[in-house]
């Protein structure tokens, strides 16, 4: 699984959006833009809940990146997307089921900058 042609589309329309996790000042300072999303995200601790990374390479169910887009009891603020299911914010479209097995599958083959 490839970040730049199976993953980062999915973050440019779910989650690296203005206002989000993209910009100047990214929410949580997790940048998921092109060219920003593994250095923001991969081996990074999380600020919601700092015992987690917020991608755990290899470790899917232990990153909080993919708690939060399935909305895992336990994690803090609100699931991701925000607004999803449902009406998503700031033109954000909602994960499918496809888009979150992509993520967690990137995520197990070692969440790579390729």
Same mark, same amino acid.
């Given at each position: 699984?490839?970040?730049?042609?199976?993953?980062?589309?999915? =973050?440019?329309?779910?989650?690296?959006?203005?206002?989000?996790? +993209? @910009?100047?000042?990214?929410? !949580? /300072?997790?940048?998921? &833009?092109?060219?920003?999303?593994?250095?923001?995200?991969?081996?990074?601790?999380?600020?919601?809940?700092?015992?987690?990374?917020?991608?755990?390479?290899?470790?899917?169910?232990?990153?909080? =990146?993919?708690?939060?887009?399935?909305?895992?009891?336990?994690? +803090? @603020?609100?699931?991701?997307? !925000? /607004?999803?299911?449902? &009406?998503?914010?700031?033109?954000?479209?909602?994960?499918?089921?496809?888009?979150?097995?992509?993520?967690?599958?990137?995520?197990?083959?070692?969440?790579?900058?390729?």
């Amino acid at each position: 699984m490839l970040l730049s042609t199976n993953v980062q589309p999915i =973050l440019n329309r779910s989650c690296a959006l203005a206002g989000c996790h +993209a @910009g100047a000042v990214p929410a !949580q /300072g997790q940048d998921l &833009s092109a060219g920003h999303t593994v250095a923001s995200s991969v081996g990074v601790k999380s600020t919601e809940i700092p015992r987690l990374y917020r991608i755990k390479p290899g470790k899917p169910d232990d990153s909080y =990146l993919v708690q939060k887009i399935e909305a895992t009891p336990g994690i +803090a @603020g609100i699931p991701m997307p !925000q /607004g999803c299911p449902g &009406s998503p914010l700031n033109g954000a479209q909602c994960l499918s089921a496809d888009d979150i097995s992509a993520i967690r599958q990137w995520i197990t083959e070692c969440a790579q900058a390729n």
